[in-house]
């Protein structure tokens, strides 16, 4: 019996700029996984659901204050029209600098999902009824400021398709990347063996692989240690080496 495959991935996204995510999506990795139907992009422009005849989506905030914010109306309106355009209701995420921390840990377990809808922000952040309203889950890829969410979307997006089985060539490459394990990774090499007087180490070029397998798990826990101590710290190579 042939081995069934894996629903594949759908992904939408609400944006005002739909234009930016074109290259991104078809190139490398991305691409590939498409080419390959593990993933399926759909790109939303959230003016389509403006009720103004000038497209207009945002105003002046209540209160006052510097900028504008993004209308309630649109936002629900386009997140409805999309969440009907397939059956699975998928897991919306609203890129937001008050989220959650994407890391590693939410790369996979969002690479488990059967589809995401990715709501990207901009001018001053939405109207907070969008939160209240929707069955949003807030996400932040860093404690900093972007134009809009349109940058975290593809951050997100490459981090988790790249999970999906079938995507990777080597599907052991996911497993053995930076954070994969909690500690950063060990140092590469490839050809030539030496190079401007500096040589790749001895224990690489002697096909020894259990040598070569711990070489590489002392040399992720030490970069690890001294590059990222908070994420040394708890380790189960912190704790071996306690």
Aim: charge should be neutral; include cysteine.
């Amino acid at each position: 019996m042939a081995e069934q495959q894996p629903e594949s991935l759908r992904i939408d996204v609400l944006t005002l700029f739909p234009e930016v995510f074109g290259l991104v999506l078809e190139s490398s990795i991305l691409g590939i996984a498409a080419r390959k139907g593990v993933v399926a992009y759909y790109l939303h422009n959230i003016r389509d659901h403006s009720q103004d005849k000038h497209g207009k989506v945002d105003d002046r905030p209540y209160g006052g204050g510097p900028g504008m914010v993004l209308r309630c109306e649109p936002v629900f309106s386009a997140y409805k029209a999309v969440r009907h355009m397939d059956s699975r209701p998928g897991r919306l995420l609203m890129l937001t600098p008050q989220g959650r921390r994407f890391d590693q840990q939410l790369a996979r377990d969002l690479s488990g999902s059967d589809r995401l809808i990715l709501l990207c922000g901009h001018y001053e952040g939405f109207d907070e009824r969008v939160r209240i309203g929707l069955p949003v889950e807030e996400v932040s890829i860093g404690d900093y400021v972007l134009s809009g969410g349109e940058i975290a979307a593809m951050v997100i997006i490459d981090a988790v398709v790249r999970l999906r089985p079938g995507v990777l060539g080597d599907e052991a490459s996911a497993t053995e990347e930076s954070f994969s394990n909690g500690l950063l990774d060990y140092p590469q090499y490839t050809r030539p063996p030496e190079f401007e007087r500096m040589r790749v180490p001895e224990v690489l070029l002697r096909g020894n692989h259990a040598e070569i397998r711990n070489w590489r798990k002392r040399q992720a826990a030490e970069r690890t240690r001294r590059r990222r101590s908070d994420l040394f710290e708890g380790s189960d190579a912190e704790q071996k080496n306690g």
